[in-house]
């Protein structure tokens, strides 16, 4: 239901953008966001977007990674500059997607899209 793109090889200093859609019959989205898993870590978050604009980053990438959506393509977006060796890591979209007015919202996650940062 949410398929990420963008990954990829990228020196260190460099950037990266990120991309999730969502599809099917959704009635809206909640909170929209990016996580991580670095080898041999737990996933942790990267940054979430409420279906009104507000931002959270973690404290390890703010100031370098923008997250963004577009409601009219149930998308949600991760700009990611100054990247570090230490971003290396899978990347996962997630969000909170209500497909019937009957219905709560539903925790969805991409297939996760690798990002690897080389010194």
């Known amino acids: 239901q949410l398929q990420a793109s963008g990954g990829g090889l990228v020196q260190a200093g460099g950037s990266l953008r990120l991309s999730c859609a969502a599809s099917g019959r959704i009635v809206s989205i909640n909170d929209m966001g990016w996580y991580r898993r670095a080898p041999g870590k737990q996933r942790e978050l990267v940054a979430t977007?409420?279906?009104?604009?507000?931002?959270n980053y973690a404290d390890s990438v703010k100031d370098r990674f923008t997250i963004s959506r577009d409601n009219a393509k149930n998308a949600v977006n991760l700009r990611m500059n100054s990247l570090k060796p230490e971003d290396t890591a899978i990347y996962y979209c997630?969000?909170?997607?209500?497909?019937?007015?009957?219905?709560?919202?539903?925790?969805?996650w991409g297939q996760g899209t690798l990002v690897t940062v080389s010194s």
């Open positions: 997630n969000a909170k997607v209500i497909y019937s007015p009957f219905r709560l919202p539903e925790d969805y």
């Open positions: 977007i409420t279906s009104g604009g507000s931002t």
